[in-house]
């Protein structure tokens, strides 16, 4: 059995930071696309930690505990944005929102 | 390991106390007072930033003292963003003062609460400027954002506001999870997040024979574009135009000028201060960036109608001027020009683009639109207007002597002693191609009949704030020595630590 080492918290990291970014860029409902933006913020935090264990400090743990915080500011404001435009278009269909146009 | 409590030295955080001590007070004046005398919250906004702008005198920014364990810095950098944002601060406050409360929008928008989020921003953004450390500037941008993001969809009840703060909170949020996980792998290669420690552990890598590492080739790159979504370069400026439009006119004002402030002082802070003997490796990308996005901005913003837009593309074509400056960097000497020529377009950046939205607001508070046509005229119906929205498009496109021009001048400046001449030649190219846009809006206000309604309104400290833009686009220019001299002093700033 191999040991644990932070090629596998870098690994993991780096394909969770992947999926999210495929996934902002592919689906079109806007609840999705802003789910895979919290799980490319959540495999930073995978980084972080996985950094800080390599090194036996804490600053990196420190960064995850912030970057959690900030992501649940970011959630309650866009939340209430989607929650609003949803109210008024009836879609979450990113493609469907396209007021704005030269 | 005992836990070390370090005594912070509140002396240097005034400015940022009294702006939150302002934010406390204009939240609780939202409870007590009631709805109708809101509007003295308003002054209590101006005077707070006044006052903070006034602190900044008590502060011994020579020294370049940190404090909060490095995670603080108040050195000459911090003391210009400072003064750039409080001016721009001052200057969306009075433009918003009689847009906010109008009902120009459909749903109404409390004051207090857009005062509130428009101060919160520009903390965040001081915050930026000061940041000794990955976390603060990550932390600072973040407020500034957030606050931003609610307040381009305050006008709730129409599609557009809430499309365009859709955009921004989307893309905003991707580039800032871009932009950590670039802070992550920073923290992997060098083992630390204080700025001045990763400049200090670069240095032999650099020198070394090896070579730089991958992993620090990428978290530069992934910092590099998450700033620059944040400043809105091309090609990372889709949001831009959208969320310009969409915002309430005094919010797209002041996201035009603070944001991006805080972007460029976290390119600087990150870019200059801690990667900067990595600075081979991120010059090229940073000119090859400045040049797309100028030509990009102007280009597409000739074929705009809409005020609002149009300005949101020529927003994109300053964008490219200011990267210039940063793209001049050579290394921290007194004679490098580069982040001084930065610093100094930012400030003059902020005195006419709030001004020119501020001339939008000011014809949407007299009921008309924010289309060219909605400009026809303006010269015969208020000959003051027109002459301050002349001064503001003819300072944009850097006409001498106004504040425009000298600003562009720094920075082809820089760019010339940088060896950038390609890029120097692109400055002045886009110039022109601008003189395009901008003339067409002085063209219509002077040389075309007004048409739609019209109706009188007072809006006098809207009509101050106008005056006194438009003043500083004027004068700013011609004393602009003493204050370029100010900017210049970032070598110190950068140098001490």
């Given at each position: ?16 930071f992947i999926i999210g970014m ?81 | ?190 083992g630390t997040t204080a700025l ?138 007194p004679d490098d020009r580069s ?159």
């Amino acid at each position: 059995m191999s040991e644990l080492t932070a090629t596998h918290f870098l690994t993991l990291s780096a394909a969770l930071f992947i999926i999210g970014m495929l996934g902002v860029l592919i689906r079109r409902n806007v609840l999705v696309i802003f789910m895979c933006i919290e799980l490319m913020f959540n495999a930073v935090n995978v980084s972080f930690i996985g950094f800080a264990w390599e090194q036996h400090s804490l600053v990196g743990q420190t960064f995850a505990l912030f970057i959690i915080a900030v992501a649940a500011a970011e959630a309650v404001v866009g939340l209430g944005i989607i929650m609003a435009l949803s109210r008024r278009l009836d879609t979450v269909d990113i493609d469907q929102v396209h007021e704005l146009r030269e | 390991m005992p836990v070390e409590l370090v005594r912070p030295e509140w002396g240097l955080i005034v400015p940022e106390l009294i702006l939150l001590g302002t934010i406390a007070l204009v939240l609780a004046g939202d409870l007590a007072l009631p709805r109708r005398q809101h509007g003295v919250l308003t002054w209590v906004a101006l005077a707070g930033l006044a006052l903070s702008l006034l602190s900044n005198l008590t502060i011994d920014w020579a020294a370049g003292r940190s404090t909060f364990n490095g995670m603080f810095q108040a050195d000459y950098f911090s003391l210009f963003i400072n003064l750039v944002v409080g001016v721009a601060g001052i200057l969306s406050v009075m433009i918003a003062s009689a847009y906010v409360p109008g009902g120009d929008e459909p749903g109404d928008m409390p004051l207090p609460e857009y005062l509130a989020l428009l101060l919160l921003s520009i903390l965040g953004t001081m915050l930026v400027g000061a940041a000794g450390d990955l976390l603060m500037i990550f932390l600072g941008i973040e407020m500034g954002s957030i606050a931003v993001y609610a307040l381009t969809g305050f006008a709730r009840r129409r599609v557009t506001a809430l499309e365009g703060a859709l955009k921004y909170f989307l893309l905003g949020a991707f580039a800032t999870a871009i932009l950590i996980y670039g802070m992550a792998w920073t923290y992997g290669a060098t083992g630390t997040t204080a700025l001045a420690d990763i400049a200090v552990r670069l240095r032999p890598v650099v020198t070394g024979s090896g070579g730089v590492e991958p992993s620090l080739l990428l978290a530069l790159l992934l910092l590099a574009v998450g700033l620059g979504f944040k400043i809105a370069a091309v090609p990372f400026h889709m949001w831009t135009p959208d969320a310009y439009q969409g915002a309430p006119t005094p919010v797209s004002a002041y996201m035009s000028v603070v944001p991006k402030v805080a972007g460029f002082a976290a390119m600087a802070r990150v870019l200059v201060e801690a990667l900067g003997p990595l600075s081979d490796s991120w010059l090229t990308l940073i000119a090859v960036l400045a040049l797309v996005t100028m030509v990009y901005g102007n280009v597409v913003a000739i074929a705009q109608r809409d005020v609002k837009r149009m300005l949101g593309y020529s927003s994109i074509g300053h964008t490219g001027y200011i990267l210039v400056g940063l793209a001049a960097f050579s290394g921290l000497s007194p004679d490098d020009r580069s982040v001084g020529s930065m610093l100094f377009y930012l400030l003059s950046y902020a005195f006419m683009n709030i001004g020119a939205f501020g001339v939008v607001t000011w014809l949407q508070t007299r009921g008309l639109g924010v289309t060219l046509d909605d400009f026809r005229g303006l010269a015969t119906r208020s000959p003051l207007a027109a002459i301050a929205m002349t001064i503001f498009m003819l300072s944009l496109m850097g006409m001498p002597p106004l504040v425009g021009f000298y600003a562009k001048y720094y920075v082809i400046l820089a760019a010339v002693q940088a060896d950038l001449i390609w890029l120097a030649v692109a400055v002045v190219l886009m110039s022109a191609v601008s003189a395009f846009f901008y003339l067409r809006v002085v063209a219509v206000m002077y040389f075309n009949e007004p048409s739609g309604e019209w109706k009188v309104q007072p809006t006098p400290l809207l009509g101050t704030g106008l005056a006194l833009m438009a003043l500083g686009t004027l004068m700013l220019g011609l004393l602009s020595g003493p204050v370029l001299d100010l900017a210049q002093k970032w070598v110190q700033a950068f140098g001490v630590a």
